[in-house]
């Protein structure tokens, strides 16, 4: 277990640089020059350019500004951004609303993607199961765009029921609906996968033992059903909490909340460069974390994994 | 005798899909007295195993009794609601299923599994249900309620150092205490055994009820399991497949419960673990008193291990009455055709019983046996010792081979040697037989004949050649050779390809013939083994076992190959379908002057089919004969084991019908 969890952050390392170091060629190779951005409209002083220029190492070659930033990152300063302020303030500022955002998304998908899963999988064939799936495909199949406003112009306009737009109130309650949008593909996801791995081993041999032991039927679709069928899903939970963290882009747009996919989303447009290596970086870490939890989770729901 | 423990009259079981009713079973009636033991034989698709969970209401998917009764103690099950069923499973009916490998949780300890079924039905941990066995204790020593407590694994250290502390504590005393298991009566009389004056305040000072960690710990050591404290605290994935059906009969037993239902419980296992098994099984009901349903598609099995058969054909009882009246005397064709084919009873006793029953008639499968037993006398002449100038089709010459296993740490290892120094010439056109329980290695000899292991040192020649010396070319070639069938027909054919593409596969590989005459090619191999021509239009999962097997065997004919490789190859088939197969075998050997290397556990099959006999022990050869040899004088106690194991083999005319404890 010491050995694989220190074999697994030793991995890390590479996929650490070279998923930084991609990233930093892109934003370097994309076209237009930052410091014009930084001015919008306005003409620039040359002096004043240059100036910048030698302030970022942007007169310096690509490699050297990327070894400069990685240095910086190992004594745990992320840079300066654009706008002047500390890049580690920035990403204090957007991260924790989130990963607010991603959580919910993950307890929703989890508990209705499980329960409903699992009822059908109980029922397969059965009216219950047929319309779980018939939904679930429709979830898979809208954008989440179309959802997003759907919800907005029904939830949000006509019933009043939840705040439209987030804005700067990130309670959990105007967080509610952008959760749901994030979550619904994952949510119909985690909901066939569980009827399929539910109905799967409803029939395996030892449901049919537990039955003969004298097990109630409730017994054995906890016990023996539900925890034999989790493991699939917890993998896939696991796996999808990164991917709703940095995937949040669309969602966080339409509902206007101050977050990662956000701030990611303008700091590409303005050309900073800093901002988004580091942005990203924090979330190759965070999936890099979360795919390692996952495999020390399969480990200790199904014992047969030995973790080499 | 009052009314029967269990009693079926004219049941009648259908499955229901859209498109049809299949009916399973029609009309079965049957009795079962308690404390008595009936077994239903019949081939897969009989309905016995229908029958056996229609009792306790587990059938699989759509199935359904739709006529006839089932009563249990006088109960009318039939119709009875899920809460009945609920409290009669494990408390008063148990199972012990058919395949230990698939009918544990992987997921949760033993232990945990073995409570569940002590919790599921309410049984006090504690105290034993039973009267102690007056046999055992003695009469001097009356039945309490407190008498009956168990031993507790704190009760039992004490105890021994009390014993330890007055020099009476030995190795057989420590085996004798066994947590959960023994009872205070039982250890009372153990120390007055001991000459202990206060043997009664010792016991009543330290046996005082097991938890239920020890009970379930004494449920495994009852069932044969050794060490069973630390393996409960183990998961399934650790424990071989007999420990598993151990597990399994704890389990079921759990409960004490009146009628026990095994069905087909050592079909999966080794010869010899299925005889320990089945001893232990017949032992513990006996001693609890529990009546024994047993499901089995082998008549020996049956005979030997119940005093009723019911035999079942296609969902009918063909036949019922006393196992050895059935056996010496069976009347309707198909139980004699059963008898006939049933490998475990061609040993020398009952074969000359069947004989007269069998009225005269010369069946396929004895003139068989006679041709083989004088192929055998030819091709032994025909050694190379007698006959120098004839070389062997193949050798295998000090043939070993080590594993490295993967230990716990990175850069760990250890050495396993899964062969070791084997050697062994088989002559062209006959029939050599590595016998030996699963891990003496047997199948690993056949993936290196096959050269698909290379070996760590040693040599297989095939026709003179050494087969690890050669070009890609050479190899290529000897893959038309040297052709395998395995165990499993249903893992070994690919279930999205047609039974055409299959067939033609190894022709196209070796690019022979033009597409119309390699459909001709598959024709004929169809049907040399005895499969329609329509059948290459259908896929895997269409066909029978005994129909795979066929097509598998078709498939390593393709090529005109000169060895056969069989690697456990009539294993999983039931006794009418292996004997099919196994005259198939004989006649294609005969006709295309095959030879076969024969890999297989079942000594029974042996004889029906090969000239010499290789027993084989973690990796060696030990013994190795010729066949009426080894079965006649076998000179290792290893290889007089694998026989005495034979299902069958422990028959006697005359004699009553109990499993030797």
Same mark, same amino acid.
């Given at each position: 277990m010491g050995w694989y969890i220190g074999k697994r952050v030793l991995q890390m390392v590479p996929v650490f640089i070279g998923a930084t170091l991609l990233v930093y060629a892109m934003v370097f190779l994309v076209p237009g020059d930052p410091i014009q951005a930084m001015f919008g409209e306005r003409a620039v002083n040359p002096n004043v350019a240059a100036q910048i220029r030698q302030q970022y190492h942007l007169d310096q070659p690509f490699i050297n500004q990327y070894l400069i930033w990685l240095g910086g990152i190992f004594q745990g300063d992320f840079g300066t951004s654009f706008s002047g302020r500390p890049v580690i303030d920035e990403i204090a500022q957007v991260y924790p609303t989130t990963v607010r955002l991603a959580l919910m998304a993950l307890v929703l998908e989890a508990v209705l993607g499980v329960v409903l899963g699992a009822v059908a999988g109980l029922r397969r064939g059965r009216w219950f199961d047929s319309t779980a799936l018939v939904l679930s495909l429709l979830l898979i199949a809208v954008p989440t765009f179309v959802m997003g406003f759907l919800l907005q112009a029904?939830?949000?306009?006509?019933?009043?029921?939840?705040?439209v737009t987030v804005g700067a109130d990130v309670s959990l309650r105007s967080l509610l609906m952008p959760a749901f949008v994030l979550a619904s593909v994952s949510i119909a996801y985690v909901l066939r996968l569980t009827r399929t791995s539910v109905a799967e081993n409803a029939q395996a041999d030892f449901v049919r033992t537990a039955r003969a032991k004298g097990l109630g039927a409730g017994q054995v679709v906890r016990r023996h059903i539900l925890r034999n069928s989790l493991i699939p899903v917890v993998t896939f939970l696991g796996v999808d909490l990164g991917a709703l963290m940095g995937g949040a882009i669309v969602t966080e747009g339409i509902f206007n909340i101050p977050g990662v996919g956000n701030k990611l989303f303008q700091a590409i447009i303005r050309g900073q460069g800093p901002t988004v290596v580091s942005l990203v970086t924090i979330l190759v870490l965070v999936f890099m974390l979360t795919s390692l939890i996952v495999d020390l989770l399969y480990a200790a729901l199904d014992p047969r994994i030995r973790l080499v | 005798m009052g009314e029967p423990l269990l009693s079926l009259r004219d049941l009648e079981i259908v499955f229901a899909s859209r498109q049809a009713t299949v009916s399973? !079973? /029609?009309?079965v009636s049957l009795d079962l007295e308690a404390g008595c033991s009936l077994a239903i034989v019949g081939e897969?698709?009989?309905?016995k195993s229908t029958t056996a969970h229609a009792i306790i209401n $587990?059938?699989?998917?759509?199935? &359904?009794?739709?006529?006839g009764s089932i009563k249990f103690e006088g109960q009318e099950?039939?119709?009875?609601?899920e809460r009945t069923f609920v409290e009669l499973r494990g408390a008063k009916i148990g199972l012990v299923p058919q395949?230990?490998?698939?009918?544990?949780? %992987?997921?949760?300890?033993i232990g945990r599994q073995v409570k569940e079924a002590l919790r599921a039905n309410g !049984?006090?941990?504690?105290?034993?249900?039973y009267k102690a066995l007056t046999e055992l204790v003695g009469e001097d020593i009356p039945d309490t309620p407190a008498g009956r407590l168990y031993l507790s694994s704190a009760g039992r250290e004490a105890l021994i150092a009390e014993l330890t502390r007055r020099g009476l504590f030995n190795d057989q005393v420590g085996r004798d205490l !066994?947590?959960?298991?023994?009872t205070r009566i039982e250890v009372q009389s153990l120390l007055q055994g001991l000459g202990l004056e206060d043997a009664a305040q010792l016991a009543a000072a330290h046996v005082d009820g097991a938890s239920a960690n020890d009970r379930v710990a004494g449920l495994l050591a009852e069932a044969?399991?050794?060490?069973a404290a630390r393996r409960a605290? &183990?998961?399934?994935?650790?424990?071989s497949g007999g420990m598993r059906q151990r597990v399994l009969i704890a389990m079921a037993l759990a409960a004490r419960p009146q009628l026990l239902i095994a069905d087909e419980?050592?079909?999966? $296992?080794?010869v010899t673990v299925q005889r320990q098994i089945l001893n232990h099984l017949g032992t513990l009901t006996r001693e609890l008193g529990t009546a024994l349903l047993f499901i089995t598609h082998d008549l020996g099995l049956a005979a030997e291990r119940a005093q009723q058969l019911v035999v079942m054909y296609k969902g009918r009882v063909v036949e019922a009455g006393p196992s050895l009246d059935i056996l010496t005397d069976p009347r309707h064709p198909y139980t004699q055709r059963l008898v006939e084919a049933a %490998?475990? $009873? +061609?040993?020398?006793r009952l074969g000359s019983a069947v004989a007269p029953g069998a009225g005269g008639v010369i069946t396929v499968s004895n003139r068989d046996r006679a041709d083989h037993q004088s192929q055998g006398h030819q091709s032994q002449a025909g050694e190379p010792a007698a006959d120098g100038g004839r070389r062997p089709l193949l050798r295998v010459t000090e043939l070993t081979k080590v594993f490295r296993l993967r230990g716990a740490r990175p850069g760990s290892h250890s050495l396993f040697t899964?062969?070791?120094r084997v050697s062994f010439d088989v002559p062209a056109g006959t029939t050599a037989a590595l016998v030996g329980?699963?891990?003496?290695?047997k199948s690993t000899v056949a993936n290196l004949v096959l050269d698909l292991l290379e070996p760590t040192s040693g040599q297989v020649e095939f026709e003179g050649q050494n087969?690890?010396?050669?070009s890609k070319a050479e190899r290529f070639a000897f893959r038309r050779q040297v052709q395998p069938v395995f165990q499993d027909p249903y893992g070994s054919l690919?279930?999205?390809?047609?039974i055409f593409r299959i067939l033609e596969e190894p022709l196209r590989t070796h690019g022979l013939g033009d597409p119309k005459w390699r459909a001709d090619r598959v024709r004929q191999l169809l049907d040399r083994v005895a $499969?329609?021509? +329509?059948?290459? /239009?259908?896929?895997?999962?269409?066909?029978?076992g005994g129909q795979r097997q066929r097509v598998a065997l078709a498939r390593a004919l393709a090529l005109e190959p000169k060895l056969v490789v069989l690697d456990?190859?009539?294993?999983?088939?039931d006794v009418l379908v292996q004997a099919q197969v196994l005259e198939l075998l004989a006649e294609l050997q005969r006709d295309l002057e095959l030879t076969y290397l024969f890999i297989t556990h079942d000594l029974a099959v042996v004889r029906q089919t090969a000239d010499r006999v290789y027993v084989m022990e973690q990796g060696r050869v030990v013994e190795s004969g010729a066949v009426e040899d080894i079965f006649q004088h076998p000179r290792q106690d290893y290889t007089r084991r694998l026989l005495e194991a034979? %299902?069958? +083999?422990s028959l006697r005319l005359g004699e009553p019908l109990r499993p030797e404890p």
């Open positions: 029904v939830v949000g306009v006509k019933l009043k029921w939840l705040p | 399973a !079973v /029609r009309g897969s698709g009989s309905g $587990l059938l699989p998917g759509t199935g &359904q009794v739709t006529a099950l039939v119709g009875a609601s395949d230990p490998m698939s009918n544990l949780n %992987p997921v949760y300890r !049984v006090d941990p504690k105290r034993s249900t !066994v947590i959960g298991f023994s044969g399991l050794p060490d605290r &183990q998961f399934p994935h650790e424990f419980p050592t079909s999966a $296992l080794d %490998p475990s $009873l +061609s040993s020398r899964a062969v070791d329980e699963s891990g003496s290695g087969i690890a010396r050669r690919d279930p999205m390809w047609s $499969l329609p021509a +329509s059948t290459m /239009r259908r896929y895997p999962n269409e066909l029978s456990e190859a009539v294993s999983a088939l034979i %299902p069958g +083999s």
